[in-house]
């Protein structure tokens, strides 16, 4: 038997840093708005296929999905709409890569699905994710509920969190952003020798910055899809990252030995927000479908799009298009009713018994914080559409 595909790196090259390419006006390097549109009978092929046997395992979908994932070829859907280009450095004109079908999903030899033995995904916190512990142990249970109802029908389970220093990882000061950062490839290996039996995936999630090599500014994430294992960071999703005033600068990095991690007793968070939860529930469901086999989505706006700059980001929406909906739904077999139900249930569980973001330096561990779901509120109104339409 021929062997797999060396291990693939989800990465984020120097020039993707947020706002690099920004001009003095503040706006991004001059590109009149682009529409991608692809045609109804182009849409049709890639998401349904002109194989027989997939073309018959679409028509055994429920009625309902499959009026839902029509939707995809409809040209005024109010549902899914073409994917829009604002700037040069958007991820379609600087990384041109080959488009993903259902088709070629399904048949992909290397691609890896969940099993009645590996049916788990594993989050593994590294660091804080709060300034308290409370709001740091709320924030990962926020993540894991979200990751258990858009992955309906897997476990999410939680690994015990760790310092840095259980990583063993190198880490240095950005020279630009004078913030820390931890090598991203040496974390990978770690959590690959931390998977358990029945896991999936393992995905490390960090407040701190992650570069990949020397040469490279910084990396929102990192994956291995070989080894089901990755890791990705919110410390730039925080609103105060890019400005002058960002508290997380780090002047000189004193290190009296290389296993001295005690810059990190103290390291920046940023302040738990509701659009700080929405950054980091896009990225990790992103990320986690790269690990599905899912590839940069560029058939319509979708979660799977790939971005090169928080703006970008920020246009991309939650929901899968029904093209990357139908392929993870082949790896997985949830209904979309019952998937998209899990989702409201998440925005509309606003538990008040959870602590609140408390000031930086405060030992105040027990006060009270709702999940802050203000950003969520447009994305609960698109999903109430799709289960109207379920429905019909």
């Known amino acids: 038997m021929g062997e797999g595909p060396p291990h693939k790196f989800l990465t984020r090259p120097r020039h993707a840093c947020p706002f690099e390419a920004k001009t003095s006006m503040g706006s991004f390097l ?11 009978q182009t849409l049709k092929t890639v998401l349904i296929s002109k194989n027989p046997a997939l073309v018959a395992q679409y028509e055994k979908l429920d009625a309902g999905e499959r009026r ?3 939707e995809a070829f409809l040209p005024n859907s109010d549902l899914f709409g073409p994917i829009t280009l604002h700037s040069k450095s958007d991820w379609i004109n600087s990384h041109p890569e080959a488009p993903q079908d259902f088709e070629e999903f399904f048949n992909d030899p290397y691609r890896k699905t969940p099993s009645a033995e590996k049916h788990s995904i594993y989050i593994q916190c590294i660091g804080s994710l709060g300034n308290t512990r409370s709001v740091s142990e709320e924030y990962v249970k926020w993540l894991k509920g979200y990751c258990e109802a858009f992955f309906y029908g897997l476990t999410v389970k939680l690994l015990e969190p760790v310092p840095v220093s259980a990583t063993k990882c190198s880490f240095r000061i950005n020279d630009d952003t004078q913030n820390l950062q931890i090598h991203a490839g040496q974390i990978l290996k770690f959590l690959k020798k931390r998977k358990p039996e ?9 407040m701190i910055d992650l570069y990949p090599r020397d040469s490279w500014n910084f990396v929102f994430g990192q994956a291995s899809l070989t080894d089901g294992v990755g890791i990705f960071s919110f410390a730039r999703y925080g609103r105060d990252f890019y400005s002058s005033h960002y508290e ?3 002047k000189k990095l004193q290190k009296k030995s290389s296993s001295d991690y005690s810059v990190f007793d103290n390291y920046y968070i940023p302040e738990v927000t509701s659009v700080l939860l929405l950054r980091s529930c896009k990225t990790l469901t992103h990320e986690i479908g790269h690990i599905f086999g899912l590839r940069h989505c560029q058939w319509l706006a979708c979660l799977m799009q790939g ?3 928080l703006e970008e980001a920020d246009r991309r929406p939650l929901n899968l298009c029904p093209v990357c909906l139908r392929k993870l739904q082949s790896a997985i077999g949830f209904s979309l009713k019952e998937r998209y139900r899990a ?4 925005i509309d569980d606003e538990s008040t018994d959870t602590p609140r973001v408390t000031p930086r330096h405060s030992r105040e561990d027990n006060v009270n914080l709702p999940k802050p779901v203000e950003a969520f509120k447009e994305w609960k109104e698109w999903l109430t559409q799709c289960l109207a339409l379920l429905h019909t």
């Open 30 to 40: 001059s590109l009149k708005m682009q529409i991608v549109r692809h045609s109804e």
């Open 68 to 70: 839902l994932m029509n």
């Open 198 to 206: 029945d896991a999936f995936c393992v995905v490390g999630i960090t």
């Open 248 to 250: 997380g600068k780090v």
């Open 307 to 309: 971005s090169n700059h």
């Open 343 to 346: 989702l409201v249930r998440w």
